[in-house]
Structures are given as structure tokens and as C-alpha cells.
């Protein structure tokens, strides 16, 4: 094999696919990744037997084609300390020894290392087509429903035979969803123009949807997700991502989501926001919780620490009329989810008995996208 590739495109290719390897690899050939160079296009992938990562690139030239397993971080590492200049490779595979070469007219470098014949490696996963699903939309709407959602996901499963630590897809005829949940707060993001014939739903470990959220440009490119009972694609025309999916239950969240309420406010999104951090302060560490007083067109907030014995209260203005009511709510929770609102005001919806509030933006941020988060509350 012989080629020639810029070492900065090379490195973003090599660190796309390397997101997924674990510090400590204890199986030997997790260290390597495919290097395919055929029909004048560079193929990287590399899989920890759950996630696959396939990325592609096109070559500036090539001599001859190929493929080998590199060792991964090895490369990576080797391609970091390179100035951004063209590498030249040169890979026997039948005595598995490769050498790579630059020359920038001021420093030349050289460096060999061992590679494997691919036919070591792991075979690339296959959707079945006699029970696949498949639905074609943008990268724009899966990389911002996973970032409106993936914060709700618990850390851990702590639950049997449900998947908290997860993100759940529901593809319908009256749009799709994205869903997360850790039972304390639950974020749901609805794109009512991709739709579907038949329904079917997903659901996405949290490592997965934290990698595709990573690697799908933010931008609109075409996007096809395709699923069976066991995996799930999303491909794009540069970038392909393999995963194993959830096979436990993914918790019935749309319940707690339709409950009815007796309370409404509307506040400025910022500055409930910027008043919820101050709070953070003069609060019981070990809690980390604030009240909430809501009366006419104000809210008063209130935070003690008994650790520190220090405390802080704010009023701010809101639209609310009606009897006053009081609730408190964890500031990391409540913070971490006012963040995730794009408008410039926050709507606040409330049940009679204050056990839990759901927010929406009082602006909507696009037509047809519906985006809710439900965040229960802590005992007064």
C-alpha cells in the first residue's frame, strides 16, 4: 500500500474514531482499527464490540491499495506531533510493517510501525433487511434532540429490567420523538415533520447517543437511520456509526408528561436562570435545594445552608395571577434544564399539589418541534 494524506485530516479521522476506546483495552485487537484505502478514498473503523465507528475521506494520492489494522492510539499519537503536511505511507501487510514519511522543507520525520492483516479483525455489523427500518432525515434534528434529551439520562441503570441510562426514539405517523428519563426529570423533544408510516421505537445506550451527538455535523445533511431488532445505523455519506441497542424496557414517560395542571407562569428565561445559579451558594450542600414563592407577577426565591448557616433570597417578575404557591426544586436540576430552553422566556406549568413542574419554551423554535422537560420536586 501506498498513499499520501494531510496529517490534519487524517488526525480528525483518526480522533472521530478513537472516541470510543477505552482507556484500559484488555482484549489485544481493540487496539487496532481497519485502514482501507480503495477507489481513491481512505476508510477508517474501529469498533469496542458494541459501537462501530466507520469514517471516510478522500486521498490527495495513491500508489496502490489496500487494507491493514493499524494500532490505533499509536497512530494518532504519531500524527499529533507532525506539523500539518502530507504523510507519506508505504504498508507491506505481507511482512506487516508500515513507515511513514514527511518533509516540510524545514523538518523531515520517519517512523515505522507493526501492522495486522485485516482478516484478524472484526466483521462489520449488518442490519438484517427482512427486519429493518428505515427513515431518512437530518443530522441537524438528531444531534439537537439528543442534546435536548441526553442530559436527562441517568448516570446508571438503577432500575431492573429498565434502561435509564439511555435515550429512546419513537418514529411515528405524526412525527418522531426523543425521550430521556433518570424517574426524577424526564426531557422530551417532538419533530412533528419526520414522519413515518408504520410505528416503531429504539432505544439508544447513553454511551451511543453521546457519540452520534459528537460526530453528525450540527448542520441539515442528509441523514438515514436504519434498524432491526438487535442494531441500529446512522449514516451520512462521510460517516457511518454502528450500535448494539438497548434490550431492556425503556419506561412509559409520556404519563407524567400529560398530567393536568393548575398553575402557569411565565418568566424570562435568563433571568430565572441567573438567579437559580446565585442561589447554588447558600444552599445545603448535601441537598443543594431552593424554594420557590409564586404570587402575583413575582417569584421569590429562597436558599439556606445549615453548613455554612447562610441564606439568600431573590424576587424577580414573572406573568402569574392567581393564588399563591410554593415549591421546591433541586438548583442543578432546575438550572442544568432552564439552560436547555432557546427562548427568550420559559413557560412554568404546575400541578395543584406542586409535585413537579414542566417547562416549555413560551417561543417556539422552529415549526414543528414540540420540547418539554418535567422535573419532580423535592419535599418542602
Same mark, same amino acid.
Given at each position: 500500500?501506498k498513499f499520501?494524506?494531510?496529517?490534519?485530516?487524517?488526525?480528525?479521522?483518526?480522533?472521530? $474514531?478513537?472516541r470510543?476506546?477505552?482507556?484500559?483495552?484488555n482484549?489485544?485487537?481493540l487496539?487496532?482499527?481497519t485502514?482501507t484505502?480503495?477507489?481513491?478514498?481512505?476508510?477508517?473503523?474501529y469498533?469496542?464490540?458494541?459501537v *462501530?465507528?466507520?469514517?471516510?475521506?478522500?486521498?490527495?494520492?495513491?500508489?496502490?491499495?489496500?487494507?491493514?489494522?493499524?494500532p490505533?492510539?499509536?497512530l494518532?499519537?504519531?500524527?499529533?506531533?507532525?506539523?500539518?503536511?502530507?504523510?507519506h505511507?508505504?504498508?507491506d501487510a505481507?511482512?506487516?510493517?508500515?513507515?511513514?514519511s514527511?518533509?516540510?522543507?524545514?523538518r523531515q520525520?520517519?517512523?515505522?510501525?507493526?501492522v495486522?492483516g485485516?482478516e484478524?479483525?472484526?466483521e462489520m455489523?449488518?442490519i438484517e433487511?427482512?427486519?429493518?427500518t428505515s427513515?431518512?432525515? *437530518?443530522t441537524? $434534528?438528531v444531534v439537537?434532540g439528543?442534546d435536548k434529551?441526553?442530559?436527562?439520562?441517568?448516570?446508571v441503570n438503577t432500575?431492573?429490567?429498565v434502561?435509564?441510562?439511555?435515550?429512546?426514539m419513537?418514529?411515528t405517523?405524526?412525527g418522531m420523538?426523543f425521550g430521556?428519563?433518570?424517574m426524577r426529570r424526564?426531557?422530551?423533544?417532538?419533530?412533528?415533520?419526520?414522519?413515518?408510516?408504520k410505528? &416503531?421505537?429504539v432505544?439508544?445506550h447513553?454511551?451511543?447517543?453521546?457519540?452520534?451527538a459528537a460526530?453528525l455535523?450540527s448542520?441539515a445533511?442528509a441523514?438515514q437511520?436504519?434498524f432491526?431488532?438487535? %442494531?441500529i445505523l446512522?449514516?451520512?455519506?462521510?460517516?457511518?456509526?454502528y450500535s448494539?441497542l438497548s434490550?431492556?424496557?425503556?419506561p &412509559?414517560?409520556?404519563?407524567?408528561?400529560e398530567?393536568?395542571v393548575?398553575?402557569e407562569?411565565?418568566?424570562n428565561?435568563?433571568?430565572l436562570?441567573?438567579?437559580v445559579?446565585?442561589?447554588?451558594p447558600?444552599?445545603t450542600?448535601?441537598?443543594?435545594?431552593?424554594?420557590?414563592?409564586?404570587s402575583?407577577? %413575582?417569584?421569590?426565591l429562597?436558599?439556606?445552608s445549615e453548613?455554612y448557616?447562610a441564606?439568600?433570597t431573590q424576587?424577580?417578575?414573572?406573568e402569574?395571577s392567581?393564588e399563591?404557591?410554593?415549591?421546591m426544586?433541586s438548583?442543578?436540576?432546575f438550572?442544568e434544564a432552564?439552560?436547555?430552553?432557546?427562548?427568550q422566556?420559559v413557560?412554568?406549568?404546575f400541578?395543584?399539589?406542586c409535585?413537579?413542574?414542566?417547562m416549555?419554551?413560551?417561543q417556539a423554535?422552529?415549526?414543528?418541534?414540540?420540547?418539554?422537560?418535567?422535573?419532580? &420536586?423535592m419535599?418542602?
Amino acid at each position: 500500500m501506498k498513499f499520501v494524506v494531510s496529517a490534519s485530516v487524517l488526525l480528525k479521522h483518526l480522533t472521530d $474514531v478513537s472516541r470510543i476506546m477505552s482507556a484500559k483495552v484488555n482484549i489485544s485487537m481493540l487496539n487496532y482499527a481497519t485502514l482501507t484505502v480503495r477507489e481513491q478514498m481512505l476508510t477508517l473503523r474501529y469498533t469496542d464490540l458494541t459501537v *462501530t465507528i466507520v469514517t471516510s475521506f478522500p486521498l490527495e494520492a495513491i500508489e496502490e491499495e489496500g487494507e491493514v489494522c493499524v494500532p490505533l492510539k499509536l497512530l494518532m499519537e504519531s500524527v499529533k506531533g507532525t506539523p500539518d503536511v502530507p504523510l507519506h505511507f508505504e504498508i507491506d501487510a505481507a511482512e506487516g510493517l508500515a513507515k511513514v514519511s514527511f518533509d516540510d522543507g524545514m523538518r523531515q520525520g520517519e517512523w515505522s510501525f507493526n501492522v495486522v492483516g485485516s482478516e484478524e479483525y472484526y466483521e462489520m455489523p449488518e442490519i438484517e433487511e427482512a427486519h429493518a427500518t428505515s427513515v431518512d432525515l *437530518t443530522t441537524e $434534528v438528531v444531534v439537537e434532540g439528543l442534546d435536548k434529551t441526553l442530559f436527562c439520562s441517568a448516570g446508571v441503570n438503577t432500575k431492573n429490567q429498565v434502561n435509564l441510562s439511555a435515550v429512546h426514539m419513537e418514529f411515528t405517523p405524526d412525527g418522531m420523538w426523543f425521550g430521556a428519563t433518570d424517574m426524577r426529570r424526564i426531557a422530551k423533544c417532538v419533530y412533528s415533520n419526520v414522519r413515518v408510516e408504520k410505528t &416503531s421505537s429504539v432505544t439508544l445506550h447513553s454511551k451511543t447517543a453521546q457519540v452520534i451527538a459528537a460526530l453528525l455535523p450540527s448542520t441539515a445533511e442528509a441523514l438515514q437511520i436504519s434498524f432491526d431488532d438487535r %442494531k441500529i445505523l446512522f449514516s451520512t455519506p462521510s460517516v457511518q456509526v454502528y450500535s448494539l441497542l438497548s434490550e431492556d424496557r425503556y419506561p &412509559s414517560v409520556n404519563e407524567f408528561l400529560e398530567q393536568p395542571v393548575s398553575h402557569e407562569v411565565i418568566v424570562n428565561t435568563r433571568l430565572l436562570l441567573d438567579s437559580v445559579r446565585q442561589l447554588a451558594p447558600f444552599s445545603t450542600p448535601s441537598t443543594m435545594n431552593a424554594q420557590y414563592e409564586f404570587s402575583d407577577s %413575582k417569584i421569590e426565591l429562597q436558599a439556606y445552608s445549615e453548613t455554612y448557616n447562610a441564606s439568600a433570597t431573590q424576587l424577580i417578575a414573572s406573568e402569574y395571577s392567581g393564588e399563591p404557591f410554593k415549591i421546591m426544586l433541586s438548583i442543578p436540576m432546575f438550572s442544568e434544564a432552564l439552560a436547555k430552553i432557546p427562548s427568550q422566556e420559559v413557560v412554568l406549568q404546575f400541578d395543584e399539589n406542586c409535585t413537579f413542574v414542566i417547562m416549555r419554551p413560551a417561543q417556539a423554535e422552529a415549526e414543528g418541534v414540540d420540547y418539554m422537560i418535567y422535573l419532580a &420536586s423535592m419535599i418542602l
